[in-house]
């Protein structure tokens, strides 16, 4: 085989990539639309032309910082696949943490309400709806786009989802649920790491939350009191440094049982509360 024609072929196309062989291989797989078994087995498989040029455009783009997630489209959580554009944050492993804390609240074959503010692709909702098909799942964000691909989502894995166009807790008149879950904005605006990595090409609106990175924090804290019904629970995500202020913050506006979870690095990522009940009297 000549130089020219091996560069066609799946290991020679990934080897020329320029790119770390994890990225080559996620990339390579979306092209020819197969498993990673069949790279393994297939290492002479050769391209076509139109799938060759698909392939090196990826990789220029991925060399150039964009995130393996918006060149194909497509993320996993929790074992399901989603649907991912620039309109909304890559889900990340550590929030199936969050996940956790909500089924470990939700009742397996009961009904019950739950709220799920700023859901970007839908993914902590479509979840949710999928382990726990008898409750009734509302879920919210600002962005108009966030949302069209959520829906697009929920549709896909046939998760019934009632979706609001809301900033925060506007749009939700008094509504209350039993459990309230959040993964907000919480990176710092001077953060040096929105400058790094994949976050460079995230929503800006999906990451930063004021000085601190607590504004979209606080809000929730404040306000899903309003929202709970008596014995609910308040439970979102935070950054790694964010632990003791989420404590902080859940203890002075008086909910109850207040607990911090760390993720699998071992930092405090979880935190939630259970509905203040004098807010109830
Ligand atoms: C960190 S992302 C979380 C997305 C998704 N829940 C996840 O875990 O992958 C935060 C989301 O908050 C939304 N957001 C930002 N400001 C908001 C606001 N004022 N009201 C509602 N949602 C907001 C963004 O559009 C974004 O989708």
């Not at 078994?37 to 297939?42: I, Q």
């Not at 910082?65 to 990340?92: D, H, K, M």
């Not at 309230?180 to 001077?190: D, E, R």
């Not at 004021?210 to 504004?215: E, I, R, T, V, Y």
Request: negative net charge; contains cysteine.
């Amino acid at each position: 085989m000549s130089a020219n024609a091996q560069d066609a072929t799946v290991a020679g196309a990934m080897l020329r990539s320029g790119l770390a062989p994890a990225d080559a291989r996620v990339l390579m797989r979306a092209v020819l639309n197969v498993d990673d078994a069949f790279l393994v087995a297939h290492p002479e498989h050769v391209l076509d032309a139109a799938q060759l040029a698909r392939f090196r455009a990826m990789a220029v783009r991925r060399r150039e910082g964009e995130p393996v997630a918006y060149l194909t489209g497509e993320r996993e959580f929790y074992s399901l696949n989603f649907r991912i554009s620039p309109a909304v944050l890559i889900p990340r492993p550590e929030t199936e943490l969050l996940v956790e804390a909500a089924l470990a609240r939700l009742p397996e074959d009961g009904s019950s309400r739950v709220l799920d503010l700023a859901t970007g692709s839908g993914c902590i909702a479509i979840v949710l709806a999928r382990h726990r098909p008898r409750a009734q799942i509302t879920a919210t964000d600002i962005s108009a786009e966030a949302l069209a691909l959520a829906r697009d989502n929920a549709a896909a894995h046939r998760a019934r989802i009632e979706f609001i166009q809301s900033d925060w807790f506007a749009s939700l008149a008094a509504r209350r649920f039993d459990v309230i879950v959040s993964n907000p904005p919480y990176v710092a605006l001077a953060d040096p790491h929105l400058s790094e990595g994949d976050v460079r090409f995230e929503p800006r609106q999906a990451l930063v939350a004021g000085p601190k990175g607590l504004d979209a924090i606080e809000t929730l804290v404040e306000h899903a009191r309003d929202h709970l019904a008596a014995g609910g629970w308040l439970l979102f995500e935070h950054g790694y440094d964010q632990g003791v202020c989420a404590q902080a913050m859940l203890g002075a506006a008086g909910y109850e049982q207040c607990f911090t979870l760390r993720d699998l690095a071992g930092q405090p990522r979880v935190s939630g509360g259970l509905t203040p009940s004098r807010h109830h009297l």
